[in-house]
């Protein structure tokens, strides 16, 4: 069964290209951003790890850690990130685990529904969808999920809005709206009625009884 939102993210205990890493200790009191990949030295993974580089300072600034998870060893990922700081002109200074045994390719449910990995001789095409994207809150909940097909390239100045805006409204009555970006107005929830809600976030802008707007709290 595929992991649900509020569903806790499985623990595991993995090598990485920093280390042992075990999921629940490792993430502390973090977000988390788990991307997946089909192989190492593929051409669309090479482009998306490469802007993930990019973006690390933007996920620090957020408090959100970011872990990539790949069939290869660590030794290919290591030689693959030459190939990565290459092509996005930052080195790629996050954590890769190994999950040759698809261990956490199966706990969050990645692989594609008529998955055969074998053992020796295994291509990209074996694990055509593990290409999965996974947000974690600090309670180990799953926030958020995506996952894409192997011939499209993800969108990762979306999933850093999606992030932006799941932590805008954890554990608060607040939604965004469509296309919503930081500084944008926010949805009040209908648990706060129009008194409560202007006593709590200023002027409504009502468009709606039920679609209320309000100025993105800082």
Not at 5 to 15: E, L, R
Not at 110 to 122: I, K, Q, S, T, W
Request: aromatic letters at 8%; one cysteine or more.
């Amino acid at each position: 069964m595929s992991l649900r939102i509020n569903d806790i993210a499985p623990d595991f205990t993995a090598p990485s290209t920093e280390g042992e890493i075990r999921f629940h200790d490792w993430l502390g009191d973090s977000y988390a951003v788990i991307f997946s990949h089909p192989r190492d030295f593929t051409p669309v993974c090479t482009t998306e790890f490469g802007a993930v580089a990019q973006l690390i300072p933007e996920f620090e600034k957020r408090g959100t850690k970011v872990l990539g998870v790949s069939v290869d060893s660590v030794e290919d990922h290591g030689k693959w990130k030459r190939d990565i700081e290459q092509v996005a002109g930052v080195p790629a200074n996050f954590p890769m685990i190994d999950d040759r045994d698809i261990t956490v390719a199966k706990a969050y449910n990645m692989l594609p529904a008529d998955h055969d990995l074998p053992a020796e001789g295994r291509t990209p095409a074996h694990s055509a969808t593990v290409r999965s994207v996974f947000i974690i809150g600090p309670d180990r909940k799953v926030r958020l999920t995506m996952t894409y097909p192997m011939s499209v390239g993800r969108n990762f100045a979306e999933i850093l809005r999606a992030l932006d805006a799941v932590r805008k409204t954890d554990g608060v009555p607040l939604a965004t709206p469509a296309d919503w970006v930081p500084g944008q107005d926010v949805i009040v929830a209908l648990a706060l009625d129009d008194n409560a809600a202007e006593e709590r976030y200023g002027p409504l802008d009502i468009k709606l009884p039920y679609l209320r707007f309000a100025k993105d709290p800082v």
